[in-house]
């Protein structure tokens, strides 16, 4: 079935630790993102790739690095986690033209539910 | 500053209809999207907008007036699966999303 996988599905991390999430689609989209989603607050960007080999920063990219080795994979590394990095993260993708007309539709992995501790 | 606004809790009874406002202020426009949200589950979409006017898609309409900064998700005939977050996100001048935080829409029998 085509769509995007993440895992972990939850983690319990200590302060300080480093830990990748993991996340891999198969729609061949071009595009990928990182999101964090707290609770009031509206989805927000840390990193985005619009396509393998480049990445760049959204709105709250600070403790937080990505990759793009290839088309399907795009981990979200965080390097010494914090507490405020607590949080759902969302990874999606899409269709994403180089003509500016970024407005394809994202799709949703579904989630990864980070506690620091 | 980039802002979205939607009311954070609506309530609705089954089978009746309600409508869902957002209004964004953000650095220029590039279409308007809506998403549902369940508890604990990943956003999917809904409905997207660029141009003026109300695009209907089964029991979920959608309408969007650039002049004013508004668009609306109405949603008809509710059913208890209906109950979830609704997302509006605003495609800037960088066509990336702004997000509003969401509108969790409880609906009672």
């Known amino acids: 079935i085509a769509g995007i996988t993440q895992a972990p599905t939850s983690q319990i991390l200590a302060a300080g630790r480093r830990m990748t999430l993991r996340c891999t689609q198969d729609m061949r989209h071009n595009a990928m993102y990182w999101y964090r989603q707290d609770l009031g607050l509206g989805l927000r960007l840390i990193h985005y790739?619009?396509?393998?080999?480049?990445?760049g920063k959204g709105e709250v990219p600070d403790g937080y690095s990505v990759s793009r080795a290839n088309t399907d994979d795009f981990p979200l590394t965080l390097a010494s986690a914090v507490p405020s990095q607590t949080s759902v993260y969302f990874c999606?993708?899409?269709?994403?033209?180089?003509?500016?007309?970024?407005?394809?539709?994202?799709?949703f992995g579904p989630g990864t539910r980070l506690t620091v501790l | 500053g980039q802002n979205i606004d939607q009311p954070t809790e609506m309530t609705a009874t089954e089978g009746a209809i309600v409508q869902i406002n957002c209004t964004y202020q953000t650095s220029g426009f590039n279409g308007l999207f809506w998403y549902q949200q369940h508890a604990g589950e990943a956003p999917t979409f809904l409905s997207y907008?660029?141009l003026d006017g109300l695009e209907e898609k089964g029991r979920f309409s959608s309408f969007l007036s650039r002049s004013k900064g508004y668009s609306y998700l109405l949603l008809k005939e509710l059913q208890m699966k209906d109950s979830a977050s609704y997302l509006c996100a605003v495609v800037d001048s960088n066509y990336q999303l702004i997000w509003g935080a969401g509108t969790k829409l409880i609906i009672k029998p």
């Open positions: 999606a993708s899409s269709d994403w033209s180089s003509g500016g007309a970024g407005t394809d539709t994202q799709y």
């Open positions: 790739s619009n396509t393998a080999g480049t990445t």
């Open positions: 907008n660029v």
